[in-house]
């Protein structure tokens, strides 16, 4: 019977975006779980922070100052699991940036960053990483509540996870043969420093913001922590049967 205790011992995971919030919570319980981590950021220092905080618990991890929507990046942050660590087996692409502003607002040049960061990203990364993926793998894709139903104020963002939804399936036909999983993880509102500058950028106070509970039937935003659980269930071989599914962890937002 496989468990989560130690569930990716001696298994390589990249993490994007693992600087900050949900990035960063997932680099260090894959970490706890016994991987070595690959901390892939725009944010340098913060990837050499979380990667500091990995080492500390007495894991390993690389931090690698990067920026998904570049395909030399992306390549360069996959040979640095291969030669650093012996191989690829998992992949959490998680990088991700939202522009709060409906089609009349948004700038050509903003939709199109957000495309490239949400969407580019998650096409570079696994046109990468799966040759590298030699033993199998799992890749976790992250999409969000509002990829699968829309939300208000945030058109190039919704469009973008929809995408990632969609593209995850048809990565998941494509790979399966091959023995990589790939599937995505939709959360709902989750208290990171992306959703303070939601607030930020809708110029609305943070106390409002989050008192704001029509998306939050449980009566809070999810955390970072709890977003990571989710993220390792889907690449741990316990979940061996799953893969190109939308796994919602939103507190029922989407009830
Ligand atoms: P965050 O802002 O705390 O972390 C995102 C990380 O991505 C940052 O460290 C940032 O430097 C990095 N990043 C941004 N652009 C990058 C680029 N071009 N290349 C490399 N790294 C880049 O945000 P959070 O909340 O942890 O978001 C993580 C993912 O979860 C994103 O894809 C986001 O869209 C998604 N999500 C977040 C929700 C929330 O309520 N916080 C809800 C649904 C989805």
Redesign the pocket.
Known sequence: MKTLEDALKGRVAIV??G?????RATALLFAAQGAKVVV????GP?AEDTAGRIAAGGADAIAVQ????SPADCERVVRTAVEGFGGLHALFN?????RRSTALDLGVDEWDRVMA??VRSVFLMCKYAIPAMTEGGAIVN?G??WGLKGGGNAVSYCASKAAVVNMTRALAIDHAGAGIRVNSVN????D????RDEARQLREDWAAFAADAADRPMGRAGT?EEIAQAVLFLTADTSSYITGTALVVDGGGLA
Do not use: F, K
């Not at 892939?40 to 944010?43: C, F, G, H, M, Y």
């Open positions: 994007t975006g600087a900050s919030g949900i990035g892939a950021d725009i944010d913060g990067a920026d998904v929507s998680n990088a991700g940036i939202i960061v949400n992250t969000s509540g959360p709902g509102d989750t990171t420093p992306m959703l970072p």
